[in-house]
């Protein structure tokens, strides 16, 4: 990763969108084309174990996302991105990349952002949306609750105006029980 000392934008597109956990001098809407939001990852830390595992999004090659885009001051870069590095590569089963992406104002900038290692054994991007369901139902990590997880980046997608069909599927199937 460039080491300059310059501002950078971070995207989110779970979880970081209603929970960033760091300082940010600006947020807009963005979108970022190649990629897009899914259910593909097995967490055996923060919504689940590895005797029960929970699911959380990743990025997925693929069709486009719609997120957050947050921009981090130069002096804060460092500090941001360990922050970011422990809170999303504790198992190594995102990608940390530069992609380029959109603002809501048309501006193009680049975004870190962590993509699904679909080689990592914590993929699961193969995973039917019964079996999404089922995985996520009952699975508890250091974060707490899988489903409440789930429930809380679906309703923010929804306040945000982002349509996400299979979120939206999995949120009904959870709230219904």
Request: net charge positive.
């Amino acid at each position: 990763m460039d080491k300059s000392n310059s501002d950078i934008w971070v995207f989110g597109y779970g979880s970081l969108m209603w929970n960033p956990g760091f300082d940010f001098t600006e947020v807009k809407m963005a979108r970022m084309v190649g990629v897009h939001r899914a259910p593909c990852i097995y967490s055996w830390v923060h919504r689940g174990t590895r005797e029960r595992p929970g699911i959380v999004l990743g990025l997925a090659r693929g069709g486009a996302c719609s997120g957050k885009a947050f921009r981090i001051q130069a002096e804060n870069r460092q500090e941001v991105l360990e922050y970011l590095r422990a809170r999303e590569l504790v198992t190594n089963v995102y990608l940390e990349r530069i992609r380029p992406g959109t603002l809501e104002t048309g501006e193009k900038v680049k975004m870190v952002t962590y993509i699904a290692d679909t080689k990592h054994e914590q993929y699961a991007g193969r995973l039917t949306r019964d079996q999404l369901i089922n995985q996520i139902k009952g699975a508890v990590g250091k974060s707490g609750p899988n489903e409440a997880y789930i429930i809380d980046t679906a309703e923010h997608l929804l306040e945000l105006g982002i349509k996400d069909g299979l979120m939206e599927h999995i949120n009904q199937a959870l709230k219904a029980g």
